[in-house]
């Protein structure tokens, strides 16, 4: 039994208010259907705005991102579960590797917009931008979990 104060991501409340923590196979499948039903999903949105000729309108990216960060947390559920020294440096190298990408990202998009390489919208660009963050910061933990 776990005290209501230890509520984190890992645990899983129940009905008649007891909290159980989630097993390593339970958390992992629930990531990985989550990140199927997401990927079907911007699939099926995706087809359909491309048919009205307008892609990507901006929120199939954001669910695609969503669909790619679920299935890295299925992989990465059993190694982040416990919080040990070797997760926390996995997310701190993860995320200044990210910072550093997302401002190249930017510095590329800014010198695409200036010699009009791209023209789309500021709900797209936003979009875009929250995609590519999204799926940089899963990505880099998975790459930096096999490394270290």
Do not use: W
């Not at 999903?41 to 990507?56: C, I, R, Y």
């Amino acid at each position: 039994m776990v005290k209501k104060s230890e509520l984190m991501y890992k645990y899983l409340v129940i009905k008649g208010g007891t909290i159980m923590e989630m097993s390593s196979r339970s958390g992992q499948r629930f990531y990985l259907v989550s990140g199927l039903f997401f990927l079907v999903v911007s699939g099926l949105l995706g087809t359909a705005t491309l048919g009205t000729g307008v892609f990507p309108v901006g929120h199939e990216l954001i669910l695609f991102g969503i669909s790619i960060m679920s299935l890295c947390l299925s992989y990465l559920y059993p190694q982040f579960k416990g919080n040990d020294e070797r997760t926390k440096r996995i997310r701190e190298k993860g995320m200044y590797y990210s910072y550093l990408l997302n401002m190249t990202y930017m510095i590329i998009m800014m010198g695409l917009f200036q010699f009009n390489v791209i023209n789309i919208n500021g709900y797209q660009t936003i979009c875009l931008l929250a995609t590519v963050t999204i799926i940089t910061v899963s990505l880099s933990f998975v790459v930096l979990s096999q490394r270290f």
